[in-house]
């Protein structure tokens, strides 16, 4: 685990502790600062453990410099603006030691610090097949743990709070929200699809889903060894990094049409080419928290007034003021129709018997899983690839010749 992702983890869980404990769940906040304490002693990796002091000094000097900023009290909005700039901070400086590590490796010299295994992520078919080789066969890979891991912890975050990663955590949305504004400098008028073509679109993300799994879960349990083992899969991650580097006509043509609809629509590649979002929304369904309306104190239920601000608020044009919960798998949990609503006590995301996470409880949850999981997975010897240097360098040579 190199020291960007390794301060980046203990930031955020030292922060979610912060949360927890300003926010009267000291039972909890104690009960998260042991198993982080616990797994970090259990590396014995200097880094991780330099990381944590770091992140203790840092939060307590936040709370000395900005109380009110440190316990979270801003509205939803700016909580999940900040959170989402923060992850695409934290990815940014991955990106750049990813891409000069491979850099060094491509000219053949081994680099003398770590690759971040975090950017295993971006490796969806890997993982899931991954996941299905340690479920049908206990094999675990070794190759790329950590795409394992980040999908399985991803999935985990869909179960507990609808696709709150979507909302609060993925830098793709933040980038698309920042296509689509620029946009409206120029442009200033919205413009939706019609429903038949909106339904038409969302279906582009289920398709190429049904296509990911087809691929990943459809390979024989006898062949996941040889496919783990083979040297496709021990440069996955450069060859998937390739396109992007000397991309093709085709590449070029897919990234220009999700650039034009990022810009028309907002969250456009969300609604309609995000497969990870296709699985959240399939997951969501069976999470105990949703945006759910109490109507004795809706405005929209009250004689002669008509109130739909949470409605307009929410860009994935989800009607919500009609609704008594919400069901969709577009709901990304960001909160903006909570955020917009005049009556607070009106909407919540909670569960049916009224268990209710406020923004800067769903942040803490959020934080907890995406950065609980690699912890424990560190400490089991479970994140690191055991792909050496030397072995990346020599099929780097003849990459154009390794096929899947």
């Known amino acids: 685990m190199t020291f960007i992702e390794s301060i980046t983890l203990m930031l955020a869980l030292m922060y979610s502790v912060s949360l927890l404990y300003t926010g009267g769940k000291k039972l909890g906040a104690a009960a998260v600062t042991i198993i982080v304490i616990s797994a970090t002693l259990a590396t014995l990796y200097w880094p991780l453990l330099l990381a944590l002091i770091l992140a203790v000094g840092i939060i307590t000097g936040f709370h000395k410099v900005c109380p009110e900023a440190a316990q979270a009290n801003q509205r939803p909005n700016i909580l ?36 971040p295994d975090v950017t295993d992520a971006f490796l969806p078919i890997a993982a899931a097949i991954e996941l299905k080789a340690i479920v049908s066969l206990g094999f675990w890979d070794q190759t790329h743990p950590a795409g394992a891991v980040m999908l399985f912890t991803v999935l985990i975050t869909g179960i507990i709070c609808k696709r709150a990663f979507c909302g609060w955590i993925c830098p793709l949305g933040l980038v698309g929200e920042y296509i689509y504004n620029w946009r409206l400098k120029f442009i200033k008028k919205s413009y939706l699809a019609p429903v038949w073509l909106d339904w038409s ?23 996941i060894p040889y496919y783990l083992n083979g040297n496709y899969h021990k440069i996955a991650d450069i060859k998937t990094a ?41 997951v969501s369904f069976v999470s105990i928290f949703k945006i ?63 268990w209710h996470l ?8 959020i934080f907890i899983i995406m950065f609980g999981i690699p912890l424990l997975a560190f400490a089991g010897g479970f994140w690191h690839s055991q792909t050496s240097n030397e072995i990346r360098i020599q099929l780097i040579q003849m990459m154009d010749y390794i096929s899947y």
Not at 201 to 217: C, E, G, P, Q, V
């Open 358 to 365: 406020s923004s800067k409880q769903l942040m803490a949850v």
């Open 242 to 282: 390739w396109l992007f580097v000397a991309p093709g006509t085709i590449t070029l043509v897919v990234l220009g049409i999700m650039l034009f609809m990022a810009a028309w629509r907002k969250r456009a590649f969300c609604r309609y080419f995000c497969p990870y979002g296709a699985l959240l929304g399939l």
């Open 292 to 354: 759910r309306r109490e109507k004795s104190h809706c405005l929209n239920e009250r004689g002669g007034m008509n109130c739909d601000k949470c409605t307009r608020a929410c860009p994935s044009n989800i009607i919500i003021h009609t609704a008594i919960q919400v069901h969709t798998d577009e709901c990304q949990a960001c909160m903006r129709c909570i955020s917009a609503c005049p009556k607070k006590e009106a909407l919540g995301f909670k569960t049916h018997n009224g």
């Open 201 to 223: 679109l969302r279906m582009i993300k289920y398709l190429l889903l049904a296509f990911f799994a087809f691929i990943s879960l459809g390979m024989h349990p006898a062949n």
């Open 80 to 115: 999940r603006v900040v959170c989402q700039h923060a992850m695409a901070l934290s990815f940014f400086f991955v990106t750049i030691q990813y891409v000069i590590h491979t850099a060094l490796l491509t000219a053949q010299i081994s680099p003398n610090f770590l690759r």
